[in-house]
């Protein structure tokens, strides 16, 4: 695999930032596009923007034909059935959607929702809306020191009362892989239902969500080559019979009368109103070039840029990373001795490099580890080992310049 020519599919990466060539390690904030993903909404707007499942002319069906299209290509992905695959606007809106239409009419007082400490708030958010309404409570797995799961606390909370799992499969701070086939085979054999939040491991690994055999699966299609604006929610059948619509409007229905409404099948139940469409359309451009350079490359690649990232952090000295999980993706949460975590970023942004820093949407694990931000690179398959050797000579300038 010639990663330079796959990077050189992404234009942005072309740019400056400050004079500087920009380094972007923030894709796990959102990721980079690559050319035939741009070309491909590009294409839509173009030459054959209409609405879909609406007009029988022909732009109408050549554009629910690209978007339907955009479905078989993720369903295949993720080795799940394309009638079960919902398009939401991302993850948040995905767990919104089992929040609001699983489990609120469902949970009752004395019910439990059990989260992990490393949950992003869109995973944890929707919950207490939902335990407030229905009196359930909410309660915690924690994690390790090293931010790996600790699977005896989580199996041991497992108790009756809990109904829901809420667990992600990559944290966004730690980088931690958990063993989410695993977690959910236990929470199954508990009978208590899984909701997996796969926004950064769809990026980074090859998906089976039939083998993970949870009952929701979650992710966003802007940190994994695709638009904006897009995601899914992979649900089993039986939920997706059972569950009410959680938005009415156009497409989502069989027959309208005042007296009621008859509803469409899944997916289509849930998606009311014109959607993303060159989102989508986009973002099945995107999965095609993933599949075309392999997951199992673009995993293996990652590790190996990981593994040099951390090699060379741990050189410096006052530099501590946080999250040292033995199974970890492309993420390198960390701090400098003495200088805050939105000085640095801001620093190194001045060198063109461009890393986030904050709470990352989980402030429980900020309280755990005692910090009120971190900085955090995160790479992806487009990044560099030269890129690294930059970004750790300007992490030696900025602690400089910071005098720490
Ligand atoms: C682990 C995790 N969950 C959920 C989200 C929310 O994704 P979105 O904002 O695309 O809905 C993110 C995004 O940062 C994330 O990293």
């Avoid at 992003?120 to 309404?133: E, M, S």
Wanted: charged share 20%; aromatic share 8%.
């Amino acid at each position: 695999m010639d990663w330079n020519r796959v990077r050189a599919d992404f234009p942005l990466l072309r740019r400056e930032v400050h004079g500087k060539p920009l380094l972007y390690f923030d894709s796990a904030n959102t990721g980079q596009k690559p050319e035939p993903v741009i070309a491909a909404v590009d294409a839509y707007y173009r030459q054959y923007n209409a609405n879909v499942s609406r007009a029988v002319h022909a732009l109408g069906e050549q554009a629910t034909s690209a978007y339907e299209a955009a479905r078989d290509r993720l369903a295949r992905h993720l080795n799940v059935h394309r009638d079960e695959l919902i398009f939401t606007s991302g993850t948040t809106m995905a767990i919104n959607l089992v929040a609001y239409s699983w489990a609120l009419p469902r949970l009752k007082p004395g019910d439990a929702i059990l989260l992990t400490r490393m949950e992003h708030h869109a995973n944890i958010v929707p919950w207490q809306l939902v335990a407030q309404r229905t009196g359930a409570t909410i309660k915690v797995a924690e994690i390790t020191p090293e931010g790996v799961l600790d699977l005896d606390a989580l199996y041991s909370a497992m108790t009756p009362e809990v109904k829901l799992l809420g667990v992600t499969h990559v944290s966004n701070v730690l980088g931690t892989i958990n063993p989410v086939r695993e977690i959910c085979r236990q929470a199954r054999k508990r009978g208590i239902v899984s909701m997996v939040d796969g926004s950064q491991a769809a990026p980074h690994r090859a998906l089976d969500i039939t083998a993970i055999g949870c009952d929701f699966y979650a992710l966003t299609g802007h940190k994994m080559c695709g638009p904006t604006g897009t995601g899914t929610l992979w649900a089993r059948r039986e939920h997706l019979q059972a569950m009410p619509p959680f938005f009415g409007g156009g497409e989502m229905i069989r027959e309208v009368r005042f007296e009621g409404t008859i509803f469409n099948d899944p997916p289509h139940k849930f998606e009311a109103g014109t959607p993303n469409i060159a989102g989508f359309i986009g973002l099945g451009a995107a999965v095609d070039y993933l599949d075309a350079l392999g997951m199992a490359n673009v995993e293996a690649h990652e590790a190996e840029l990981l593994a040099h990232a951390t090699e060379e952090m741990r050189k410096l000295d006052g530099l501590r990373i946080i999250g040292t999980a033995p199974d970890k993706a492309a993420v390198i949460s960390f701090l400098v001795a003495g200088a805050h975590a939105h000085d640095l970023a801001t620093l190194l942004d001045l060198e063109g490099v461009a890393v986030r820093s904050g709470h990352h949407c989980a402030h429980p694990l900020m309280q755990f580890y005692g910090v009120p931000a971190t900085c955090r690179a995160s790479l992806a398959f487009y990044n560099t080992h030269a890129e690294i050797e930059r970004f750790i000579v300007a992490l030696r300038k900025v602690r400089g310049m910071l005098g720490t």
